[in-house]
Each structure stands twice: as structure tokens, then as C-alpha cells.
């Protein structure tokens, strides 16, 4: 695994999947990826899960869809809550019982 991907390079991937192009890349309009974020997401996750060359702990906020690294900020409760993501924005939404003591 390549550890030196870091959260903004991920995000900017996940960015450019959804037609949102770095200014640095020259690339006709016409050729961008256009997916929604659910898809951009997709990709990532099989680039996390399958492949192994991103790192896992990068996920989805469930609220604001925005990535975040769950391994320093956020929370998650894959007992009572699997598949729900809060990021640090939005910790605040999270049900009260997926808190852990
Ligand atoms: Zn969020």
C-alpha cells in the first residue's frame, strides 16, 4: 500500500470524478467524468477495498457526503450503526447511542 496518498489528493480525485476539474489539469471539457457522488465515491471505495491503494479509513460523511479520515476525526458505531459516517461537521447529527462510552 502507498502510504503517501493523503486525504487532499483523495478528495481531489473525488472531486474530479464528479466533473469538478483541478486547474492544473488540462483535459477537454468534454472528457471529464461526470459522475454523482454516490459513483465518484464507488470508485474510491473499490480503490480502498479492492485494490488496496487507498487508504481505508478515508469514508463518506452519511450527512454532507464530504471525505474525511475517520482514523483522526469524525465517529462511527459499526454495532448499532453500520454504514453511517459522521465527520467531525457533522458529529453533532449523529443518534445519541452511537456514542461510545
Ligand atoms: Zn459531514
Redesign the pocket.
Known amino acids: 500500500m502507498k502510504d503517501s496518498i493523503t486525504l487532499d489528493q483523495v478528495k481531489e480525485l473525488y472531486e474530479f470524478l464528479q466533473g469538478n476539474n483541478p486547474d492544473s489539469i488540462l483535459m477537454g471539457k468534454r472528457n471529464h467524468p461526470k459522475m454523482n457522488y454516490e459513483k465518484a465515491y464507488n470508485v474510491i471505495w473499490f480503490l480502498q477495498e479492492h485494490l488496496r491503494v487507498l487508504p481505508s479509513s478515508f469514508e463518506k460523511?452519511s450527512?454532507?457526503a464530504?471525505l474525511y479520515d475517520r482514523a483522526s476525526e469524525g465517529h462511527y458505531n459499526d454495532e448499532k450503526y453500520p454504514g453511517k459516517f459522521?465527520?467531525t461537521?457533522?458529529d453533532h447529527l449523529a443518534p445519541e447511542d452511537s456514542f461510545e462510552d
Open positions: 460523511c450527512i454532507c464530504n459522521y465527520c461537521w457533522c
